[in-house]
């Protein structure tokens, strides 16, 4: 691959996969050092893909792969107990209007991991659920359940930041300085 | 099917209609017209969606981030030594190298910064651009290496003694191939900067292997780079080679 084709694929893909690394990182600089490491692996192997037009698709694949190459020795994939979804978590409804980009990376890294890639592709890169599926290497059945699971949740996180800036929440240990005797 | 069915396979539908065709949806999306209610739920999923959407759309990626890519990419792309055309081009770059003599091997000889340093260097200029932010800032150079501590990354145990008499402006931290950076800006007393560069001199980066100093120039940056004990040094500035020297001594 020359350096102009490299260069086209940088700028065709580095944000959204920055974006992707940001909700399943820790930090902007993870998120940063997983794109980097992307495209580093991308030069060293990304001749041997065949099929030019699934370049996107192995570059989210392979950013993937890399932050749970990392999570391996720190956490284990946390089990997803598939619950009997509620009426109410299908209808809670924060507003949308009072909540900034930054609030909803905030919702989507509460999450636990298996909800936060699905998510990611589905809001970033509007990746279909075959596509998700190619990408994270599961089966549709369980990307729909994640999505269905997941934007749940998200809405409920969302719905909490909202109610805990509405009540300006106390940090605790200023809560156990005026707790009552007796 | 019923309602929970039909929400379960209609949570995957692209907000941007993508999916209107797909034969997946045609009997949920069916439902969803047949029952008032949850096509009310599909609508506000659907908005839902569109607004999550253009909202981590608007998420700035950070400075500096596209160029330190493409200088990766450069040191990583595998040579082509297969093709037949490059093997001839090669050669004949060699023979006139050789012509040349001793302007090439000059060349060769001289030292160049590793990849990570060259990164390094683009992290700074970011910063002293206003193109990123410090991660903390203070004036006095012991706080950034207390926060540097404190937050796991990369840090002096002792700065060098000419450079804890200048004013700290701040610090950043970075990744570079899975290795933590960190950087320190100071402000000189002839009102230029100067940085200082921290890492773990573990591989990738044997070439500071050595404790003893070594300078390199690279554009406008005047660079010295050495090891003590388990963190690798990057000390540069925006002028001649003399003017750092002075802050090594």
């Known amino acids: ?182 | 099917m019923d309602n929970r069915e039909a929400r379960f396979i209609l949570s995957a539908y692209r907000p941007g209609g993508q999916d209107a065709a797909d034969p997946q949806f045609y009997e949920a999306l069916a439902q969803a017209r047949r029952d008032p209610l949850l096509e009310r739920w599909f609508n506000d999923s659907v908005a839902f969606d569109r607004t999550v959407t253009e909202k981590l759309s608007a998420v700035e990626v950070p400075a500096g981030l596209r160029e330190s890519i493409l200088a990766g990419g450069k040191v990583s792309r595998p040579s082509p030594w297969t093709k037949p055309f490059v093997r001839w081009a090669i050669a004949a770059a060699l023979v006139l190298a050789a012509i040349a003599g001793s302007l090439v091997l000059r060349e060769a000889a001289k030292p160049r910064l590793a990849a990570w340093q060259t990164n390094a260097l683009s992290q700074v200029s970011a910063l002293v651009e206003g193109e990123s932010k410090f991660d903390a800032q203070s004036h006095n150079a012991g706080s950034l290496v207390a926060w540097l501590h404190a937050n796991r990354a990369s840090a002096a145990q002792k700065l060098p003694q000419n450079l804890e008499r200048l004013e700290s402006l701040g610090c950043k931290t970075f990744f570079w191939q899975g290795q933590p950076v960190s950087v320190i800006c100071f402000q000189r007393t002839d009102g230029g900067l100067i940085h200082l560069v921290m890492t773990n001199a573990s591989a990738p980066f044997n070439q500071a292997g050595k404790s003893e100093t070594k300078f390199v120039r690279q554009g406008n940056w005047a660079t010295a780079t050495w090891r003590d004990g388990t963190t690798v040094y990057m000390l540069a500035l925006e002028g001649p080679p003399d003017q750092l020297r002075s802050y090594l001594l």
């Open chain 1, 1 to 182: 691959m020359s350096a102009i084709d490299f260069q086209q694929l940088v700028d065709q893909h580095y944000v959204p996969l920055f974006r992707f690394g940001l909700t399943l990182a820790k930090s902007e600089a993870e998120a940063a050092d997983l794109t980097q490491q992307t495209f580093f692996l991308w030069a060293l192997k990304g001749h041997q893909l065949r099929d030019r037009t699934k370049a996107k698709s192995w570059l989210f694949t392979t950013l993937y792969r890399e932050f749970l190459n990392r999570r391996r020795h720190e956490v284990r994939f946390p089990h997803v107990e598939l619950e009997e979804l509620s009426e109410d978590d299908m209808s809670i409804s924060p507003n949308m209007n009072e909540v900034d980009s930054a609030a909803v990376v905030e919702a989507l890294r509460d999450l636990e991991e298996p909800f936060r890639a699905v998510l990611a592709l589905f809001y970033l890169e509007q990746f279909s659920y075959q596509e998700m599926a190619d990408a994270l290497e599961i089966p549709i059945g369980t990307v729909m359940s994640r999505l269905s699971r997941g934007k749940a949740q998200l809405r409920q996180r969302l719905v909490s930041k909202e109610e805990a800036a509405a009540r300006k929440i106390i940090p605790i240990a200023e809560e156990k300085g005026t707790s009552s005797h007796g």
